[in-house]
């Protein structure tokens, strides 16, 4: 069972407002990873981090920002929230060396209205 | 463009049967993943195999890799109701710690 936790699991929110996708893991991961995902549809990774003090925007344009203070918890944040950003966001974190597993969380389903 | 293609889209077979995906992509790679997820879910990691390998065994999967064509095949034997899901490939870029994922078979074992 992977220790990587995604709060809030869903949220329905108007547009405009300013949220926080929070993002845990207690495994010690040196790599985390931000994807989005329509239903049905492949993720496409916005953010990825190697450590502390270290994001990078990943392969798909996104408005959101991250940040990553602690090993263990890796936000997002979107200023001004738009329909277009309804999508899954899923969380994810590797071990460094060899083996990069990817574990991920439960996602967070949000709706902006 | 994607990295990871995968066939078919989308399976439907009887329980007890095999189910194969496929996957093609298109860089040099040091590993590629296989995943499953379930209906609204995080993905679960499955099976990896490096690049060195041809195949791999974990239970009920069977992981094929082929470098010269960039191809990589999942198959599931015997197949239960509970692997319905949607399976994805994962490939690494050399000398990059990111994962590109495949585009995804939902396959579906129907009792």
């Known amino acids: 069972e992977a220790d990587i936790y995604q709060t809030p699991r869903y949220l329905v929110i108007g547009t405009g407002k300013k949220i926080t996708l929070e993002c845990s893991q207690t495994?010690?991961?040196?790599?985390m990873y931000w994807y989005q995902q329509d239903p049905g549809m492949e993720l496409h990774l916005i953010h990825y981090?190697?450590?502390?003090?270290?994001?990078e925007k990943g392969d798909l344009s996104s408005e959101s920002t991250v940040s990553r203070i602690r090993t263990e918890h890796f936000p997002l944040t979107l200023e001004s929230a738009r329909p277009s950003h309804t999508s899954q966001y899923l969380c994810?974190?590797?071990?460094?060396?060899?083996?990069?597993?990817?574990?991920f969380g439960p996602g967070t389903r949000l709706t902006v209205l | 463009s994607q990295q990871g293609e995968e066939d078919p889209q989308a399976l439907s077979i009887q329980e007890g049967e095999n189910a194969t995906m496929n996957c093609s992509y298109k860089?040099?790679?040091?590993?590629l993943q296989w995943y499953r997820q379930n209906s609204g879910r995080g993905l679960v990691h499955l099976i990896l195999?490096?690049?060195?390998?041809r195949e791999k065994h974990s239970g009920r999967l069977r992981v094929t890799l082929d470098t010269s064509k960039k191809s990589s095949s999942l198959l599931i034997t015997a197949s239960r109701a509970a692997d319905t899901a949607s399976y994805f490939c994962?490939?690494?870029?050399?000398?990059?710690?990111?994962?590109?994922f495949g585009t995804g078979t939902r396959l579906k074992v129907l009792a």
């Open positions: 994810a974190s590797s071990a460094s060396g060899s083996r990069d597993t990817q574990y």
């Open positions: 495994m010690g991961h040196d790599k």
């Open positions: 981090s190697y450590g502390v003090n270290s994001t």
């Open positions: 860089t040099s790679i040091n590993n």
């Open positions: 195999i490096r690049s060195n390998e």
């Open positions: 994962a490939t690494d870029a050399s000398g990059t710690y990111k994962y590109i």
